[in-house]
């Protein structure tokens, strides 16, 4: 499977689509297998759900995420995880060991974001 984890200095973003960058990670059979960073274009340039799926990633973890940005991934195959917050290496382990549930906390608007998550 391959992860996808929109981060600010390696802190999990607390907007999907205004991460500075995507850590993509590949786990087989429970392990950790490769690990790469790939900038984030711009919500100007591409459609953000879109660039992602295009990684072919399985699965997304992330804070806020809107219900567009979900249904675009989801139409993909792509599984969503919301309201994670902390280290991307704390949340990847916590996703690997089972323990990661979707808290459904989703992005409705620019300004709702701040609103709903601490300050990264």
Known sequence: MRVCIPNNDRKVSRHFGKATEFAIVTIEDGKFVKGEVVPNPGRETVKVPVFVAG??????????????????????????????????????????????????????????????????
């Open 55 to 120: 990684l072919g990633v399985t699965h997304v973890i992330a804070a806020g995420i809107g219900n567009p940005a979900v249904a675009l991934l989801n139409e993909q195959g792509i599984e969503v995880y919301s309201g994670a917050m902390g280290m991307v290496d704390t949340v990847l382990e916590r996703f690997m060991k089972g323990e990661l549930a979707s808290k459904k906390m989703s992005c409705a608007g620019e300004n709702k974001c701040g609103a709903q998550h601490p300050k990264d």
